[in-house]
């Protein structure tokens, strides 16, 4: 299981979806715009309200995070970011994440999946914690290297968008790379 989450750096706050993210959600849903919402987001405007609580059942399992990047000073929802694919006795998870189209180039990205990368390794009781990026994707590539992951190689073909492979670049981040309390540089 994991503790709950809230992080300040950069401007940003990475924190537990709450109740009161429903309206800007349910407008994300509404608009079709996922680009801010992690995979698994609510299907309809309807679900919204169960999806949230999910998220945080979510965590309690110890299944992964489902994070939402906020302005902090707006409480505006810009991303979310997320540990998936859990595995306690290796002590790895995966780290994925998304902003909106509008907002990217201006480092949230690189920021969230640096302190919870961190987090993760330290709060978290990770030991290692990966990101994967399509090769043709150069924005997430650069994240990744941004926020201080190391590539480790590429994995051919490894992703399938319904009509043909990808290769992913490998990146990683483990407990080596960090110092205990590291987790809001």
Do not use: C
């Not at 201080?148 to 043909?164: F, V």
Request: charged residues 25%; aromatic residues 6%.
């Amino acid at each position: 299981m994991f503790g709950p989450v809230q992080i300040t750096s950069g401007g940003l706050e990475i924190r537990e979806f709450q109740p009161q993210d429903a309206d800007q959600v349910a407008a994300f849903v509404a608009a079709d715009d996922r680009t801010a919402l992690p995979p698994g987001s609510p299907p309809t405007v309807a679900d919204v309200n169960g999806w949230l609580a999910g998220t945080v059942r979510r965590r309690l399992d110890g299944d992964g995070v489902l994070l939402a990047i906020a302005d902090a000073a707006s409480g505006e929802i810009v991303g979310s970011i997320g540990l998936r694919d859990i595995d306690w006795k290796a002590g790895r998870g995966e780290i994925g994440y998304g902003v909106l189209a509008g907002r990217r180039g201006q480092g949230h990205a690189s920021t969230a999946a640096r302190v919870v990368g961190r987090w993760a390794l330290t709060d978290g009781g990770m030991r290692r914690i990966q990101l994967r990026a399509r090769l043709a994707n150069v924005a997430s590539l650069r994240v990744a290297e941004k926020a201080g992951y190391q590539r480790e190689g590429t994995l051919r073909m490894a992703d399938w968008d319904g009509e043909k492979a990808h290769d992913m670049a490998v990146f990683s981040m483990v407990t080596t790379d960090v110092e205990p309390g590291d987790a809001t540089r």
